[in-house]
Nanobody
Framework: QVQLVESGGGLVQPGGSLRLSCVASGFTGDYYATSWYRQAPGKEREGVLC????????YSTTSVKGRFTISRDNAKNTVYLQMNSLEPEDTAVYYC????????????WGRGTQVTVSS
């Protein structure tokens, strides 16, 4: 079965950190770009970061620059989103998605993992 599965979400205090994981199964994830998106309550889903199969990184939103990073471990078919200095505004459901490259729309989505930043 072709799928992406996210994990690592949870409740964290402002200023804290979380690392999300996205594991691909049923296809070789390292030949595709992978993006992280998020959707906050009452808002549209927005792109966060994208990493190409070769490791090039592009930001889809400037609000996370200097705080979030994306990386991939092709041996584990896994992409990570390291989130530092979290703010309440980062509260959202975070989704990973596979794309041909970072300019194309996703063709596979994960089901999402909840991140809540609150004191």
């Amino acid at each position: 079965q072709v799928q992406l599965v996210e994990s690592g979400g949870g409740l964290v205090q402002p200023g804290g950190s979380l690392r999300l994981s996205c594991v691909a199964s049923g296809f070789t994830g390292d030949y595709y770009a992978t993006s992280w998106y998020r959707q906050a309550p009452g808002k549209e889903r927005e792109g966060v970061l994208c990493i190409s199969y070769s490791g090039d990184i592009s930001y889809s939103t400037t609000s996370v620059k200097g705080r979030f990073t994306i990386s991939r471990d092709n041996a584990k078919n896994t992409v990570y989103l390291q989130m530092n200095s979290l703010e309440p505004e980062d509260t959202a459901v975070y989704y990973c998605a596979a794309r041909i490259d970072c300019t194309r729309p996703p063709f596979i989505w994960g089901r999402g993992t909840q991140v809540t930043v609150s004191s």
